[in-house]
């Protein structure tokens, strides 16, 4: 499925990069959790059609993958699980390090002619990031940041989006 149009490495790239944009717009968001939710939510799908059971399959494969826990904690992992298992259904959740997971994905709609709908996000408002997120992926999706740059920009210091800059999640630059 890596070479899927619909749900393959460019969606991955697509996801994760949107991704880093929500964590830009909500310090509290979990900057390498949305880029691992981006490499691995999908890779566990049988094809393009309709896999309502590809999120489980993802979030059960988590556990097999062994340089995982060098990246991310147990509570990262666990919550990389949780965000896997039911993207596809719609799921919303108050933990903003989920929740931004899903709203990553779904803000990607546009590939299969979708607008985004702010009512099914968790993280992303409208007045909170959704406008700038959801036009940039509007306008990106074809083709996204390549994963060198993705990693690169995880390296590097959270960017400014909204009136704040955060380098740490929850502490503004002054």
């Known amino acids: 499925m890596s070479d899927s149009p619909l749900h393959g490495d460019n969606h991955w790239r697509a996801v994760a990069s949107s991704g880093l944009d929500i964590a830009d717009a909500d310090a509290g968001v979990n900057r390498r959790l949305v880029v691992a939710f981006g490499l691995i939510h999908d890779f566990q799908r049988i094809d393009d059609g309709w896999d309502e059971e590809h999120g489980a399959r993802a979030a059960n494969a988590i556990g097999r993958l062994k340089s995982l826990p060098a990246m991310l904690s147990r509570t990262e992992i666990s919550k990389l699980k949780t965000a896997c298992e039911d993207h596809e259904k719609g799921f919303v959740s108050e933990d903003p390090a989920i ?18 709908d702010p009512a099914f996000f968790s993280v992303l408002r409208v007045g909170r990031g959704f406008e700038e997120v959801s036009h940039k992926a509007r306008e990106t999706f074809r083709h996204p940041p390549g994963w060198q740059e993705i990693f690169e920009r995880l390296r590097a210091p959270r960017r400014t989006l909204g009136d704040a800059t955060y380098d740490v999640p929850g502490q503004p630059i002054l």
């Open 99 to 116: 929740g931004a997971c899903c709203d990553a994905d779904r803000v990607n709609l546009w590939r299969i002619g979708v607008k985004p």
